[in-house]
């Protein structure tokens, strides 16, 4: 890829980001963070939890 077609991809991720107005909502129940896979397909986009280190 070149810097023009990295940007390009890089904006389309902040688009299909911002189109999700549920995944800009902060982490619920003791949660610390949570992650997106923007690779997937649109319909099979899922929230990626880490695990729950208090239960470990």
């Known amino acids: 890829l070149n810097m023009a077609e990295h940007w390009a991809a890089g904006e389309r991720d902040v688009d ?10 902060r982490p619920q129940n003791g949660e610390t963070m949570v992650t997106y896979d923007l690779t997937a ?15 470990e």
């Open 41 to 55: 397909e649109e319909a099979r986009v899922a929230a990626q939890r880490p695990p729950d280190l208090a239960t």
């Open 16 to 25: 299909l980001s911002m189109r999700h107005k549920d995944w800009l909502e």
